[in-house]
């Protein structure tokens, strides 16, 4: 016997429940009945997923059409239960079984299936090559297994890679304590080349609670350990110092300490992040409708009004991480003075520069065009101390 039809109007359902139609749309209206709408003579009229029906209206529609016999079963769902993920399994297996079924009918009257194809992904809006492969998966099946091949596999929810972070990327309290641990490594080496691995850290570990390290270690094991409390009873360990030897061979970034993340971030904020976070800058309901599309079934999508009170409480580097260029996100971080205290005159010199602000003649088409003129300055006097001028920074 056939399989069922996807869908059924209220005027197919009514007189096999023997009751009017007006009355099947108030049930339906009531129960929540998953539909879609169909364009017929005169307007649209909703269409009910089959897949979908209450069980009773299932058993009385084949009943009626018969199906099955008043002493068998309904076959088992393509995928049991009532949950999202299972809802929306069966009505996308049910959506694209309309699709294969329509592409065989115009088959049926004599299309090819190249062109039947083409008409139907120009009237559904799918792609070529996904009916096709729809088409092909039913190829030899009964049709009562339809929907089975056709319902969409579940794919587990992938966490978000984690990027391999650069020093430029911690925070300033990281960064103080990945250099405070690696000059007591280094320490460690050096002590270590003379005497021994094992006896060094002996040395180290005995002179940090006596407090008779170095004097420009000595203040360094507290913010090393990263703890709370002042009282300076936190110093070294045998243990702490071959886990900081550890960590530095995969970088010195390794060093740094990890930040805590809130425990109360939602779960789709990484895939919301990652659809956010291209250089394209898609708006918050663009990056919404990427997200709804890559997110497995029943995957929670939060709201317009939920992913900006999100996007409000992260930081405007890590917000834009992606948005922008490396270049482009210097501009927004914190502004850096350095000291040049300790330098002498023609130590380091400097080169910037800049478009000249008028127009002149070029050397080769005889056009107007500002040139390119750099100054090399000394540092410490902020002296001048040459130029130069070409047709481009390039140049």
Known sequence: MGQPQPYYSAADIAPVLKVSVRAVQIRAEKENWTHVNRKVRGGLTKAFLFALLPKPVQTA??????????????PSPVCSGASPEALQIQTTAANRLLIVQTVLGHMGRGALQTNAIEVVAKQTGKSTASILRWVNKI??????????ALAPKVKAQVPAREEKKKPEDLKGWQRKTMEARLAILQEWNQRASVMGANNAAHALIEEAQCNALPEHLKDLVAIANARGGSDGKRTLSRNTLYRWKKDAQSGLVALAPKEMTPSNLPAWAGLFMECYRKMSKPSVPEALETMADQAPPGFLIPSREQAYRFLQKVSVRDRNKGRMSPQQLRSIRGYIIRDDSDLMPTDIYVCDGHSFKARVAHPVHGGAFHPEVCAIIDVVSRAVVGWSAGLAESA
């Open 61 to 74: 529609i084949q009943l009626q059409e018969g199906q099955v016999q008043a002493n068998e079963t309904l």
């Open 139 to 148: 190829k030899g099946l009964p049709e009562n297994d339809w929907m089975y």
